[in-house]
Every structure is written in structure tokens, then in C-alpha cells.
């Protein structure tokens, strides 16, 4: 199957400031990803939906502009945290669809942000 | 209203068991069916999925599922249960392009 990259896989931060995460799709270009929030023993929570080139889609209650989208390219959207809190701290993960089997997402690693 | 229910948050067998996990979905239309394994701090797995043609859709790892329109149900099967298997599974469903949901997710324990 497809390559999702997604990077860092852990990282902490102190409160205030920003952070940013990268998800790659390898061997097949996205054209369009998706980023999920998942809390401890909890499923998967859909943050935004993004197409490269346009701007991302959000789900209802999730703030904009504390999580800046940007799908620049056919294989690469990031998403940025700002002003974090600990109340940021989870685990996110990107999924991407595209190449020849659109049908699919294929998921990234997860990062696991935790916020001091 | 549109969701994916797995009724079991969950579940315990011994080691060479069988298993078998829920579950159910509402929407308007058929559509696309997925299950997922997570191990702990990792991505998601596919496991199988089922667009269309034959409701019996095996996987990898051993795992089956069954599409039974009638019932709204996608349940996930294995005949034999290793310790490896121990791990999160998230049944999830896909109605376009830009939808893909998941459920509550299913934690599995195998015992010895």
C-alpha cells in the first residue's frame, strides 16, 4: 500500500508557543488529507479536511486559527498549533487519499504533542 | 442521524479463541466499510475494506468481515486469536470522498 509519512512522532513544547506537523505521502501524490485528534482511549475525532491548493476544511468547534492547515503541495500538508496549551496535548494523526486507489486513506505514524 | 457504533469498547479472549468484533452503521446509503488495527502510540493498520461485490471480505493478518446490508453490520472475524493481535480496532465508514468516520474503537486483550 501507499507511504504516509508523518513527522515528528513525538514532541513536546512549552505552553505559548507553536508547533508544527508534517505529513508526507511517499510514493503517491494526496490530493487530499485529513487530520484527526485522538484522545487517550478515544477514536478518532476529525479535525479538517484539506485539498491541495484550496483551504482546508474544518469540522464544527474546531478553531482555525489554532490549527493552521496548509496543504502547499500534492504530497505534503501541515498542520500548525498555535499559542499551544496543555490542553492541546494529544495525539494527531493524518491520513491522505489519492494515487490510484482513491477510494483508500492511508494513515501516518501519529505525533504525540504534549504541551508544558 | 449518520454514525458507527461498535458496541463493545471491550473485549477479552484466551490465546487460539476466536473473535469476533461489532460493528453497525447508519446512513442513508451503502457505503464504503473499513476496519483499522492501532497498536498503542502508533498510526492506524488497514485491515480490509468492502466497496462492493462479495460481502465476505478477508484480510490481512486472518481477518475476515461480513457486509450484511440487511442489518447495517460489518463485523470483524478471526478463527484463531494470537497474542499479537492484542491492539485497538476502529471499524469506519466512508460515504464520498471528503467523509470518513470512525467508531468508538474496540479494545482487545488476549490471555494467555
Known amino acids: 500500500g501507499a507511504v504516509v509519512s508523518q513527522h515528528p512522532s513525538r514532541v513536546i513544547c512549552k505552553s505559548g508557543t507553536s508547533v508544527k506537523i508534517e505529513c508526507r505521502s511517499l510514493?503517491?501524490?494526496?490530493?487530499?488529507m485529513f487530520w484527526y485528534r485522538q484522545f487517550p482511549k478515544k477514536s478518532l475525532m476529525l479535525m479538517a479536511t484539506s485539498n491541495e491548493g484550496s483551504k482546508a476544511t474544518y469540522e464544527q468547534g474546531v478553531e482555525k486559527d489554532k490549527f493552521l492547515i496548509n496543504h502547499a503541495s500534492l504530497t505534503l500538508s501541515t498542520l500548525t498549533v498555535t499559542s499551544a496549551h496543555p490542553e492541546d496535548s494529544s495525539f494527531y494523526i493524518c491520513?491522505?487519499?489519492?494515487?490510484?486507489?482513491?477510494?483508500?486513506?492511508?494513515f501516518g505514524q501519529g505525533t504525540r504533542l504534549t504541551v508544558v | 442521524a449518520q454514525s458507527v457504533t461498535q458496541p463493545d469498547i471491550h473485549i477479552t479472549v484466551s490465546e487460539g479463541a476466536s473473535l469476533e468484533l461489532r460493528c453497525n452503521y447508519s446512513?442513508?446509503?451503502?457505503?464504503?466499510l473499513f476496519w483499522y488495527v492501532q497498536s498503542p502510540g502508533q498510526g492506524l493498520q488497514l485491515l480490509l475494506k468492502y466497496f462492493s461485490g462479495d460481502t465476505l471480505v478477508q484480510g490481512i493478518k486472518g481477518f475476515e468481515a461480513e457486509f450484511k446490508r440487511s442489518q447495517s453490520s460489518f463485523n470483524l472475524r478471526k478463527p484463531s486469536v494470537h497474542w499479537s493481535d492484542a491492539a485497538e480496532y476502529f471499524c469506519a465508514v466512508g460515504l464520498n470522498n471528503n467523509d470518513m468516520r470512525f467508531g468508538a474503537g474496540t479494545r482487545l486483550t488476549v490471555k494467555p
Open positions: 510514493d503517491f501524490q494526496a490530493t487530499t
Open positions: 446512513y442513508g446509503a451503502t457505503p464504503y
Open positions: 491520513s491522505a487519499r489519492g494515487g490510484q486507489d482513491y477510494t483508500e486513506a492511508f
